[in-house]
């Protein structure tokens, strides 16, 4: 009896023993796979792949996270490289290959310089994309259309800094254009730092889920969009750029906005500015940092919180003064002219009007009264001469 009950006891723990071996080796061949394809000086796991800093050329860290090796992996990180012309091919080099559980990727700072409809292809489930800080100078044609649940999307001195005003414009405004994606879910998208001087009016109208848009630290020296493009947000930043002026009924359109930042603004306080200031001081609850929201000019507001100023004398500006002036002279001119010309008018009918014979006709005729026929004398030789 005690020979069966140590016999059953060791088999037992060989069952548990082979048990154990049998996952263990499992989550042996799994780790092996994933530093198999993980690159030396990476980290990786069965949801990350982070790779920073390497300074690699080309696209090639981007190949070794293949998601038949990672087909859980939800957060990726490649940073730090020279990536270059990535616009003729996808990051995994084959169309096929997605990451369909992949929702954070962070490919920032990587010198990227140009992509293409297909160079995203590999990311459909992206919610969170940083494209921060690259130089990007070609767009090609829809290249975010595969991103169709994208919540979030860094762009932050992602802009080469050589383009012209009118290509980074445009460029911007391709990025938005797709075959069939409207970018339902796509709320926030920051534009921070690009050297942006403006954007074409219609450049969201696409984007039908932006709540929140970023565009501060740039050059903008007005804020003009479509009202209609901007009908779902709710937050708009543009501190630190170039805007002077702004226009009250701008926002008028736009009353689901509850965050407003203006602040870092060399705001000229004068007439022009006089209706925003109003709806400033309204609506006070809408400005975040108000105490850099101040004047730029002139001297007497130099330095004072828009929302320290209730009211002030406006008066016409030297264009407006000029302008009235010239008017004024051409009024004038027309009077004189107008009234000259009735004048020799009215004196040319009353001339009109009163007989003017020189001479006599017909002296000792019967009758002397007739004063319509003009002198005559009689020429011997020609015939009667008219005076």
Known sequence: MINFSQMLLKT???????????????????????????????????????????????????????????????????????????????????????????????????????????????????????????????????????????????LTSSISKTLPAKQKADLIFNLFRTKENTFTDLNHIILADNGLEYLHKDTFCVVEGLTRLNLENNLFTSFDFEANCLKSVVQINMRNNKIKTLAKEKWDNLAHINALDFSKNPLECNCKLMSFIEFANNETNLFTDQGETQCASPDQYKGTSIFNISHFQCRQNSTSLSFFKILLLFLSIFLIASVYLMYRFRGARILDRIPFNIGYSKLGSQNRDDYSVPFVREDRNNGPVFL
């Open 12 to 154: 037992t723990f060989t069952l548990l023993f082979l048990l154990f071996l049998s996952v263990y080796s499992k989550k042996l061949s799994l780790k092996s796979n994933f530093d198999a394809s993980c690159p030396a000086r990476c980290v990786c796991s069965k949801t990350t792949f982070k790779c920073t800093n390497l300074n690699q050329k080309g696209h090639e860290l981007f190949i070794h996270a293949d998601p038949r090796v990672y087909p859980d992996m939800d957060t990726f990180e490649i940073t730090g490289n020279n990536v270059g012309d990535i616009s003729e091919t996808s990051f995994f080099d084959h169309n096929d290959i997605r990451h369909v559980k992949l929702t954070s990727v962070d490919i920032s700072n990587n010198k990227i310089t140009a992509i293409g409809e297909e160079t995203f292809i590999g990311f459909p489930s992206v919610e969170n994309f940083n494209l921060a800080y690259n130089e990007i100078h070609s767009v090609g044609e829809h290249p975010l259309e595969y991103q169709t649940k994208l919540r979030v999307l860094n």
